[in-house]
């Protein structure tokens, strides 16, 4: 069965120190997978999926088949960078599921 | 701009009484999901619909229902609401036109006493 697993609850590091938020999923198909990112007071929103290969906000993600993860990555964090993120899978087909890791926390201190 | 509206911000219900829970969203997308969001479970699904008049169980379907007579509406039932109902409630909706992402409400904080 399909899972998606964030080991950390909270993360909590240093503006300007390296980022790393873990995930790793569980799929027997081609993994499709999203970060979703929710800041204080606001709604989910999608903040970068593997398939575009982009960097969004300094942030990053790769994923690695071998490992089956997805961990995202930011080389300086800011104070603006502090809010939940949550690690998300694509399956059903043609209805677009999503499954959701348990979230991380991620508070950036001054 | 998306809008996905919810009809409540903050919710407080009693033990027993029937909460309606709503969602409308303006991008004629044919996929629509009902969401809790518990801290230190994440996200689960309660409910999806894929077209109208179509739903489907999630992972936490028991003690809700759902229903979605129109496409841009989709409602959470809850037919006697318990406290272990007590959660943020999050709709999201997505489509083929959206390639996979979904869009979420700003979600409605219920509590049952």
């Known amino acids: 069965a399909q899972r998606v697993t964030q080991p950390e609850k909270l993360l909590s590091v240093f503006k300007g120190a390296p980022v790393e938020l873990k995930c790793n999923y569980s799929?027997?198909?081609?993994?499709?997978l999203f970060w979703y990112v929710q800041y204080s007071r606001q709604r989910l929103q999608l903040l970068l999926r593997?398939?575009s290969r982009e960097s969004i906000k300094g942030f990053t993600a790769d994923l690695n088949k071998g490992e089956t993860s997805f961990h995202l990555k930011k080389p300086f964090a800011q104070e603006e960078d502090s809010a939940m993120y949550y690690c998300?899978?694509?399956?059903?087909?043609?209805?677009?599921?999503?499954?959701f890791g348990t979230g991380t926390l991620l508070a950036v201190q001054p | 701009d998306v809008k996905v509206t919810q009809s409540s911000r903050y919710l407080v219900k009693r033990t027993g009484e029937k909460v309606f829970l709503e969602c409308v969203q303006d991008?004629?997308?044919?996929?629509m999901f009902w969401y809790r969001q518990d801290p230190g479970l994440g996200l689960r699904l309660i409910y999806f619909?894929?077209?109208?008049?179509?739903?489907e169980k999630g992972d936490i379907p028991e003690g809700y229902s759902v229903s979605r007579e129109k496409k841009e509406r989709f409602s959470l039932i809850l037919e006697s609401a318990s406290t272990n109902q007590t959660s943020m409630y999050l709709c999201?909706?997505?489509?083929?036109?959206?390639?996979?992402?979904?869009?979420f409400g700003p979600g409605t904080r219920l509590t049952v006493l």
């Open positions: 593997h398939i």
């Open positions: 998300a899978l694509v399956y059903g087909g043609a209805t677009n599921k999503l499954i």
């Open positions: 991008m004629d997308h044919e996929n």
């Open positions: 619909s894929y077209d109208v008049k179509m739903k």
């Open positions: 799929y027997s198909g081609s993994p499709e």
């Open positions: 999201a909706h997505g489509g083929r036109a959206a390639k996979n992402e979904q869009f």
